[in-house]
């Protein structure tokens, strides 16, 4: 229930960071409804079509395509405003992120998929939306680039099962699964932490 | 019936044309046919595993495989005769990204999806072949570039049902749309009708 | 049975060379791991997809999942060794691609697809994994830039098919597609063998 709420607030503002990433590429207003629609449900779609889950989610939900094109076209007027905002983004999206992920989990659980599946379908819905951004966009996945963001999806994903296999009660579970995922987030923006990159140089092929 | 033939100069219009935009990348010959088919034949193919509709309806007729590698390679042999035909092939892809639309509507319909979603599936199997094919020639989707490409897509669909609505007979209403997409897509090209972009360069992450 | 050996193996130095791919564009450990996952088993996930075929091999099976991991992470702590088993790595590639592409046939031949579909299902077994890779490391696909690798993923699948055709016996019909794919890749290495490619650049749009 609560689960729902974020949900929805989540997939808004996946929507509208995706709309200022089109931006940032001068797309056309078309080209904001994509890359908005496909920042918010584009890692539900790939989830879906991974576990085999049809029909896949927001075909059932139509408000949904509403909200996130409303959300994508409201972006282009308000964006100036927006640099104000930045700090409730980032929170939201951080939000976003533990919700996706939890939610992406419950759906491969009820499907009886092994746990490693469940782990990655979680991180499948909290990051493939934008990784399909910015393919469409033209740019190697900022989420390799050594943010700690989908370390903070696989931390959700493993906390709530870890909860759920100790009887936890499953609100509880999910509870604190989302808030340690937004502190950790949260941290790891305010204190800098990041992943290490590998670098290869070789001449190989 | 007579969409079926139109269904099938577009497919063999988007592989000559997908075979072109490989051409200018300087791809190999199974670079060109892979272009042609994912131009020709992408689009339905994201529309069918979005709406959860198996088989995938090319894996059902092979002749369709056959005249889109044959389409592709024949392209090689007379790209440089190709440029006198342009027009021609304008007025073929105006015709494609119409019967496109209408088709996937037409699938979405029969599954009882939703009205949004049924516009949507439209738009996928228009519009999708083309962004396949840029993501894999690595470059920003021309669709979100600012001509009236998708925005046709959109009317088409939303005319179809319309009129559908309205009770106007199935074969009328598909060629009314038909029509009417053609005629739009023609004028945005003569008269240079172009979608407003959305730029944003504020720094945001 | 060989096969399954032959295809562990391969899964190992196929999402090993997706590590070092990631290592050539600086991506972090996540980016390392991802691209890993997705050279070694992204064209059975998308064969699957564009068959229908449910659920998806890999999540049957999570221990292919571990391994990928796994060789993915432990690249990052050999690759400086590793240019010293270049060769080696060829004929595992070698290996590989000729397992994948009878493996996706036999998986397009069970759910009794067309003989054109059965091929592709082979050819998207074999080559999508790569292709992937290349499209979430922002460059234009290996593949289609002149090496013979595509056509040697076609030659197999024919083959195969040629030989169960004639009745020839299922474990014979693997081993000689596999060793001759093995021995076409090795040889177009070796000799420089290259598919010739296509130039276009006329104004066109």
Redo the contacts between chains.
């Keep these: 229930m609560l689960l729902t709420v974020v949900y929805f607030v989540a997939i808004t503002a996946e929507a509208m960071s995706g709309?200022?990433a089109?931006?940032?590429?001068?797309?056309?207003?078309?080209?904001?409804v994509?890359?908005a629609f496909v920042t918010a449900l584009g890692g539900g779609?790939i989830r879906d079509?991974?576990?085999?889950h049809?029909?896949?989610g927001w075909?059932?939900h139509?408000g949904t395509?509403?909200l996130v094109v409303s959300a994508g076209l409201l972006t282009?007027l308000i964006?100036?405003h927006?640099?104000r905002l930045?700090r409730l983004f980032l929170v939201l999206d951080a939000m976003g992120l533990a919700a996706f992920s939890l939610i992406g989990c419950r759906v491969a659980v009820e499907m009886d998929?092994?746990?490693?599946?469940v782990i990655?379908a979680g991180m499948i819905t909290g990051i493939c939306g934008g990784?399909l951004r910015d393919?469409?966009?033209?740019?190697?996945?900022?989420?390799?680039?050594?943010?700690l963001?989908?370390?903070v999806s696989l931390a959700v994903c493993a906390l709530y099962l870890g909860l759920a296999f100790c009887g936890v009660a499953e609100p509880i579970a999910i509870a604190i699964s989302v808030v340690a995922g937004l502190v950790l987030r949260l941290l790891a923006i305010w204190r800098g932490w990041?992943?290490?990159?590998?670098?290869?140089?070789?001449r190989?092929?």
Tied chains: 1, 2, 3.
Excluded at 24 to 32: I, M, P
Excluded at 113 to 117: G, I, L, Q, S
Excluded at 135 to 147: A, Y
Excluded at 194 to 202: A, G, I, V
């Design positions: 709309a200022l089109a931006g940032q590429r001068n797309l056309d207003f078309f080209g904001v994509v890359i779609t079509l991974v576990l085999g049809f029909p896949i075909t059932q139509p395509i509403y282009t964006a100036r927006m640099v930045k998929y092994a746990t490693p599946v990655l990784i393919v469409l966009c033209n740019q190697v996945p900022i989420v390799f680039s050594g943010e963001y989908a370390v990041r992943l290490p990159t590998f670098s290869y140089h070789e190989w092929d």
